[in-house]
């Protein structure tokens, strides 16, 4: 069973750093669709880096001076991270690489242990083989509650998102501020483990009534007991010193970290769930940026869609009443027609044939034909008395003319419209069909404000031959 869980561990991992290579090689982002997503899109090359390099990331969480640059410190065995009495030393996040692979070390000693929750025993050289070879980095943050809080909380978060386990450190029962910040932190959905810091501070009842607290109170509802740790990371000890005068006296030091446990807590998380954290992470904050940069294409690509249409809807109305002849407006607005269908194509990443935008044309066409003929009618009609009334009343044929330009052009808006729509759903009329898709088109078209434009733009361009 184990072997058959590593492997699919592995294939898992595989996957993700497959299916996110292509996607980002996919991603078709014009240089306009770029801005603004600058951030996001680093950070995206920057994960496809983590899972190509197996760099597993624990962040550590909490307010100021909870000890949590400490807590990393005892962690990784030196003072890599700035402690300090200064409130909110750690001003930005910072990262350590972490060999957890550590030699045995020796039992505490009475003094340091006396009191403790925690087992003597010496902790061996372990291997775990999900995650061997993966390098571990560990990541201190500023206090979520520092002064210019709102930076800090952003630069929190976005460390909370590459985060594969995140720790949240504590020292004495919880505040709402802490509530409210394990909550936030645990919607992003990584594994996480509550570190309750300080405990060497407390006599043993209080710290396992504070404990149980937490445990039973506090954070039922978000974290089960198997996900809470009591540790000291710098615990004081008493020592006792020879006074110059000959007397004793005790004097507090700082003694061996007591975080064994939760060393223990971290390699059972890695065996659980191994490279597994690395792809689901992976899969999540793509996930995230896809949303974004999906919003951003829907949004850049229908301002450009919105001009080609609008600039087609009057070379269409132009053409139309400038032309005599109804054969020939009529074969000049399909030309159009599908030639505005075929830009709309390449611009969402749909390309068509001259056919097939022919084909999408008509059944459009077919489509506002079947909603209400009335101004098709029309339009065939007045392309006719236009013609007949081109030998005899120029004011006569420039009404007819404007009248029939204007609507060529709202029935050319009304077709892009509709191929945009349909283009921009993933070449989809959705679950109810074009019929049902193009009725709601036109009803939220706005047609008085449309036909004004164009009937404007007509006599600005040409407006001596218009009464």
């Known amino acids: 069973m184990a072997r058959r869980n590593t492997l699919q561990d592995d294939l898992n991992y595989q996957q993700a750093k497959r299916s996110l290579r292509q996607w980002v090689a996919q991603l078709d982002l014009r240089p306009q669709e770029v801005t603004g997503l600058e951030a996001e899109l680093e950070g995206l090359q920057a994960l496809l880096d983590k899972l190509e390099t197996e760099v597993i990331h624990i962040a550590a969480f909490g307010l100021v001076g909870r000890g949590k640059s400490s807590l990393l410190n005892a962690l990784l065995g030196e003072p890599v991270f700035e402690t300090g009495p200064t409130h909110g030393v750690t001003r930005t996040h910072r990262a350590a690489a972490w060999n957890i692979s550590w030699e045995t070390r020796p039992k505490a000693s009475s003094a340091q242990t006396q009191g403790s929750h925690l087992p003597p025993a010496s902790i061996q050289s372990v291997q ?37 386990l995140i720790l949240f450190v504590v020292c004495g029962d919880l505040t709402r501020v802490e509530f409210e910040a394990l ?34 109170e506090r954070v039922r509802q978000l974290l089960s007991p198997n996900e809470i740790v009591m540790v000291a990371a710098s ?30 807590k971290i390699l059972e998380v890695l065996h659980r769930e191994g490279r597994s954290l690395l792809a689901l992470n992976a899969l999540l904050f793509a996930d995230r940026v896809n949303q974004q940069v999906i919003e951003r294409k829907l949004q850049t690509r229908a301002q450009q869609a919105q001009d080609l249409i609008a600039s087609a809807a009057r070379t269409k109305a132009l053409v139309v009443a400038l032309n005599p002849i109804t054969l020939l407006d009529t074969l000049g607005g399909l030309a159009i027609d599908v030639t505005l269908i075929l830009r709309l194509s390449r611009l969402y990443g749909w390309p068509m ?19 209400g003929a009335g101004e098709w009618v029309a339009l065939l009609g007045l392309g006719s008395l236009k013609t007949l009334l081109g030998g005899f009343s120029l004011g006569a044929y420039g009404s007819v003319a404007l009248t029939q330009a204007v609507l060529a052009g709202f029935s050319c808006y009304a077709i892009g419209e509709s191929a945009r729509r349909y283009l921009a759903q993933g070449a989809s009329w959705g679950p109810e069909g074009p019929k049902a898709a193009i009725a709601q088109i036109l009803a939220d078209l706005d047609e008085a404000s449309i036909t004004a434009r164009l009937r404007e733009e007509i006599r600005r361009k040409i407006g001596f031959a218009f009464p």
Do not use: C
């Open 128 to 164: 775990v083989a999900h995650w061997q070879g993966s390098r571990l980095e560990l990541i201190d943050t500023p206090g979520l509650d520092e002064v210019d809080g709102e930076e800090r909380a952003r630069l929190a978060q976005e460390v909370a998102q590459r985060a594969d």
């Open 183 to 216: 909550a936030t932190l645990r919607e992003a959905g990584k594994p996480m483990l509550l570190v309750f810091n300080k405990i060497d501070q407390y006599p043993e009842a209080d710290r396992q009534a504070i404990y149980d607290k937490i445990r039973n």
């Open 353 to 371: 044939s001259t056919a097939g935008a022919t084909q999408l044309l008509q059944k459009i066409v077919l489509s506002m034909l079947s909603l």
């Open 235 to 264: 615990p004081r000890v008493p020592r006792l010193v020879q006074r110059p005068d000959g007397s004793f006296a005790a004097q507090m030091e700082v003694g061996s970290p007591q975080v064994d446990e939760l060393r223990l």
